[in-house]
């Protein structure tokens, strides 16, 4: 099988017994990605209304998937809510979609590993279980503009690793 596109296990999980993701119907466009370890998103209101913040929950959970994705370089990955999350569980993706760049794969700080990020909008704390379905990712083509230069950066993480 020729190698274009596709997901792994990242290596700290390999004995962990996490599948790869997949798509629920022949025409789902995502892949859906799950939580690679038991986690609980707090309620924000609910961290307010106690006044306990611990977890972090006036910002977000990152969700960790246990998977990267490598592709070819004019390609990233879409990162999507499941349109239930919100529906049911008052589940956001603060930043909108998620961008999984083709050169975040194997990246020396975190190998590349997909977190998925998440706020809790809702009144109580919510569970997520290993192996559950937590958002969905597209593989999609991007255009680069005329003007480039050549001065890139190495990418060397996620989540703010080029500065602010
Ligand atoms: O929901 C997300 C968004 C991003 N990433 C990873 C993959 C992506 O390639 C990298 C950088 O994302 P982005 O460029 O959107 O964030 P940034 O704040 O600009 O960080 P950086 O400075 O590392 O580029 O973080 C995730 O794992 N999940
Ligand atoms: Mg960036």
Redesign the pocket.
Known sequence: MTRIRGFEIVDKYKDQELSLPKRATKGSAGYDLTASQDIVIPSVFKAMQTGNFEGNPVGSTLIPTGVKAYMPENEYLL?ANRSSNPMKRQLAVP?GI????SD?YNNDGNEGE????IINYGLEDVEIKKGERIAQGIFTKYETADQETDDFSV?T???????R
């Open positions: 990162l930043n998620g961008v999984i760049d975040y997909i977190f998925v990020q990418r993480g996620g989540f703010g690793s080029s500065g």
